[in-house]
């Protein structure tokens, strides 16, 4: 059974371009959350989707966008970079419907993004 | 506003016991989850009180207590491999979503 994978796990980019991260959720689950994490700080909710529409969005400007396809995988969108962006992008799953809800969010390893 | 206040670090033996605290200033949340995060790993879930008192998992417990806004984690038998950081988490009903607004976590070290 794999579990969430997320692809980049590395990428460097230059301020100004957009980047496109991709996720996978795990088997059995249809909401995809992606996070930010910057260094030494907690996970910062971005959105998160759910039959392929973003139901909730964080405290995140309109440069951060999504996407959820009918495979339950999702993509980030992030345009004109900036060097603030620099951070661990994190996808999570999860199933309302499965023992544990909500509140048990399966991570993947993240995308590690480094803006120059 | 959304606040949820953990120390930033706590220190141990192996074999001891330890508890990491949280206190939000917050409401209206479903309840407390915690999330322990290895460095370069990826958060994994722990435990999860959705009403006040104690949930067990083995070596760790977990508290809840709405009416002091305080939750806490509690860690028995420490190993050397519970050196990690620990994040609470609180999950807000909007629109039937269900994103996690995270604590910026305690770094816990497992000393010898």
């Known amino acids: 059974d794999a579990g969430v994978t997320q692809s980049p796990t590395h990428l460097i980019k230059t301020r100004g371009q957009q980047v496109t991260l991709r996720c996978s959720p795990k088997?059995?689950?249809?909401?995809v959350s992606w996070y930010q994490q910057a260094l030494g700080q907690g996970p910062q909710f971005i959105f998160q989707?759910?039959?392929?529409?973003?139901?909730q969005r964080g405290n995140f400007p309109d440069r951060f966008s999504g996407h959820q396809f009918p495979n339950y995988s999702s993509e980030l969108n992030v345009n004109a970079l900036l060097l603030g962006d620099s951070a661990l992008y994190l996808c999570?799953?999860?199933?309302?419907?499965?023992?544990?809800?909500?509140?048990?969010?399966?991570f993947g390893p993240g995308t590690r993004l480094l803006v120059l | 506003g959304q606040s949820l206040e953990q120390p930033s670090e706590v220190t141990a033996v192996e074999g001891a016991i330890v508890q990491i605290n949280c206190t939000y200033q917050?409401?209206?949340?479903?309840?407390l989850s915690w999330y322990q995060q290895h460095d370069g790993g990826a958060p994994t879930f722990l435990s999860y009180?959705?009403?006040?008192g104690l949930e067990e998992t083995g070596r760790f417990s977990s508290f809840l207590s709405r009416s002091d806004s305080y939750g806490y984690l509690l860690l028995q038998e420490l190993q050397m491999k519970d050196s990690a950081s620990y994040f609470c988490?609180?999950?807000?009903?909007?629109?039937?979503?269900?994103?996690?607004?995270f604590g910026k976590g305690t770094h816990l070290i497992i000393q010898p």
């Open positions: 999570a799953s999860s199933s309302p419907g499965l023992a544990g809800g909500q509140e048990t969010q399966y």
């Open positions: 088997s059995g689950h249809d909401t």
């Open positions: 989707y759910y039959e392929e529409e973003e139901r």
């Open positions: 917050t409401s209206g949340f479903y309840g």
């Open positions: 009180n959705a009403l006040d």
């Open positions: 988490a609180v999950r807000f009903p909007r629109r039937g979503a269900d994103g996690l607004t």
